[in-house]
Every structure is written in structure tokens, then in C-alpha cells.
């Protein structure tokens, strides 16, 4: 028994290395290798900004308040938003700050991309199809770096269609979990997006902060991604009909994470049953694209959505089910723990690592104190192990859209001139508060 489970966990090690060795490659390109960057130009497109919110109140204007902050003439940017089944003032204070709102009810296609799809049916019946050269798709807790359109217009211009861009955090220190997010996406964007920019390879769109070219929105009649993790849908859609996603590393913005785990349980198993709603719908083709001219891109959307998960929930099961009958039946007990304490100790490492490499190259891009970025690389690991039960779970229950409450009320000033620890976002949310029940 003991000698099985050692194989089984040296097996599932090795599958592991051969899918994700290759990430640990980018992980060297990025420390060796600058970001792209894009040439100027003279050439200024009309944008559209497109957001969905749902009981956002507390902190949509700052959203558009960034937003009309930027350095690029007032005059080509347009702000739409979808109030989207919302209980609270959201369309009230998105009008008062200057976007042009669109209610929508609807309690039976619920979720962001069918939002999304109402909101650029309603802006195409009111402008056309071709008004816009592009539209960006936020979510209403961002808050954007003044350069960003700018930057993204210069990537258009470049000639991309679909360009994402560099993702931080409102509230990165608040706690474990919220820097366990912040970790996360700073990864994604900064370890694997700007290194597949950087080898010519595709990006991927990861929920919010990128921009479409109006001839993609035409291609797809709108925006018809309905899965519970729209975003991965949309980047796969585009891949497997020869796109190539970039990655604009100047073009930054920052969101809110969630800071209490049962909405952060909730938020992941619907990502996690996304990822599999994907698969499912694209796997195939997926797999025939690895023969194909996209195939490298192919492969790496494929380790994106699914080994990882499959892998892990393995693991465990096999350990569990082990460990539990070696404790019934008193055999190989010591052995066998130790091989499951193997297991565990090497992946933490490796999260480890992973996490400290991340805190590194972004050690000035974190917005927190400099004891909290060290704690937080300890964190991360126990940030990356609660996706286990959350995967095995998310194997059984339905999966549905849900809303989170985002009230970090502070503005892109706030992000740009200070370190925003936990105590000043309390002190700002009451502020934001204060200004609210004043004008009402």
C-alpha cells in the first residue's frame, strides 16, 4: 500500500511538471525580458467604454471619474452602462457621473455576458456598428491609470483586435485573501500574459480591463458568450478563429477583491465550474488545434482550464482514501502519511516560490506595506490549496451567478499617491459614505 501511494504521488508530480514546466520558463523570461511596448501615434480612435454593474452604488463613480480622467480627448470616449437587475441607486449615481445608462431586468438570463450582449445591442441600435473603433469592457469597482486609453489606443493602432492589460488591486493588503488574488492576477498578467506577448504567442482575456475592435463585436453579432466564466469562453472562442490575443503591460488598472472566503467560495466555484462548462463546449476542438497553426496557444488555454484541477482533486481523493484506510486497518500508517506530507510540502514550496517571484518583480506595484508583502508570499500558498475543496465541490453544484458587494470607495488619486492599507480604506469608505448621504 505504502509503495502504491508513492507511485500514484510521484505520478501525478510528474504529470504536473510535464504540463506546467513550461511556466516556469516564462517565469524566467519575465525577469530577463522587458514588456513590449507600442510606438506612438498620432492616430486617435473612438472608444466606448461598456460596464455592467449590479448594486454597484458605492463605487461606480469613481469608476467613470477615472475614466473621464484620462489623458485622451473627452471627445472619442463614450461611457455606457447596464444597470443589470439592480435594488439600489447604481443607474442614478452612473448618470449623475456622466455614462449614459441602459436599465435591464431580467431574471432569467442572469450573468455578465448576457448583459453585455443587451448593453452592445442597445449602443449598436443607437450608433451603429462601426460608430466605435473599439470598446472597452470594465467591471464598476475598477479604477483606471489616466495613460490607459492612450496606451491601449497605441495597441489597436499596432494592429491587435483584442488587448488585454495589467490587473492590481484596490485592496491588495486588507488580508490573506485579498492578496492571495492580488498575487494571483499580477501573475496572470505579468508572468504569463506579458511573457506570451513577448514570445509572439496569444494572451487571454482574464474577466475585465481589455478592449475589442468593433470588427470582432461585428464577426460575433454582439457579445454571445453566455458561460458562468464568460471571459475564458470569449479568449478560446478567439483563439480556435485565429486571433491572437495581446497584452498591453503600460495600460494598467486596478480592482477590488473579495476579503471574506464564503464570497470568495462563492465567486470561484463559479469560476471553477466555468472552467469545465468550457472544456466541455471547446475541449475538442482544443485538442485538434494542438496539430494545428495556433497550436502552442492551443495547448496553453488547455493547461489553463483543466489539468490543474483534475490533477489536484486526484491527488487528494487518492490521499484521502489512503490515509483512511490505512488508520481503519493499521497498516503502512507512518509511510503513508509521510508520502501525503511529501505531496503537501512540495507543492507548498512550489506556491511558495511562485508567489515570491511575483512579489519581486511587482514589489513596487503592490500597494501595501513591505512586512505585509513578505507575510503575504507565506499566504499565498494557503490561498492556491483552498481551491481543492472548492473544485471538488464545484464538481457537484450547480454553478450560478451571484453578486458581490464591492465598497472600496477609493479614487485613482487614492491608488496613485498612497499605499492603501486596510485602516485608510475604512477611513475613505466613510468618507465616500458621508459625501453620499450629503448630496442625498
Known sequence: MQTAIEYINYFVALLFVICYSYQIFYILIAFVRRPVKFRKTKELKRYAFMVCARNEESVIANLIDSIRKQNYPEELIDIYVCADNCTDSTAEVASKAGAIVYERFNKEQVGKGYALDYLFAEVTKMCGDDYYDGYFVFDADNLLDKRYVSEMNK??????????????????????????????FMRESKHLNN???????????????????????????????????????????????????????????????????????????????????????????????LFGTNAFSCFDMTMTI??????????????????????????????????????????????????????????????????????????????????????????????????????????IEDMNSRKVTKKEQKRLNSKAKNKKDNQT
Open 155 to 184: 495597441a489597436l493602432c499596432a494592429g491587435h483586435k483584442i488587448i488585454t492589460s495589467y490587473r492590481n488591486s484596490k485592496n491588495y493588503g486588507a488580508n490573506w485573501l485579498s492578496a492571495g488574488y492580488g498575487l494571483f
Open 306 to 411: 483543466m489539468p490543474a484541477v483534475v490533477l489536484s482533486i486526484f491527488s487528494v481523493c487518492v490521499n484521502f482514501v489512503t490515509i483512511t484506510f490505512s488508520l481503519v486497518t493499521g497498516t503502512s500508517i507512518p509511510g503513508i502519511l509521510w508520502s501525503a506530507a511529501q505531496s503537501l510540502i512540495n507543492s507548498f514550496l512550489l506556491m511558495l516560490g511562485v508567489g515570491f517571484c511575483v512579489t519581486l518583480t511587482e514589489w513596487n506595484e503592490i500597494k501595501c506595506p513591505w512586512y505585509k508583502k513578505l507575510l503575504y508570499v507565506l499566504t499565498f500558498p494557503l490561498y492556491t490549496y483552498s481551491y481543492i475543496p472548492i473544485a471538488i465541490y464545484a464538481l457537484f453544484a450547480k454553478g450560478e451567478w451571484k453578486p458581490i458587494k464591492h465598497d472600496v470607495g477609493v479614487s
Open 195 to 289: 511573457v506570451r506577448m513577448i514570445l509572439g504567442t496569444s494572451c487571454a482575456v482574464s474577466g475585465t480591463g481589455f478592449l475589442v475592435s468593433s470588427e470582432i463585436i461585428r464577426r460575433n453579432g454582439g457579445w454571445k458568450f453566455f458561460l458562468l466564466t464568460e471571459d475564458i469562453q470569449f479568449s478560446i472562442d478567439s483563439i480556435l478563429k485565429g486571433e491572437k490575443i495581446a497584452y498591453c503591460n503600460a495600460a494598467r488598472y486596478y480592482d477590488e477583491q473579495p476579503t471574506r472566503f464564503w464570497v470568495s467560495w462563492n465567486q470561484r466555484v463559479r469560476w471553477t465550474k466555468g472552467y469545465l462548462q468550457v472544456f466541455r463546449r471547446y475541449g475538442k476542438a482544443l485538442l485538434k488545434g
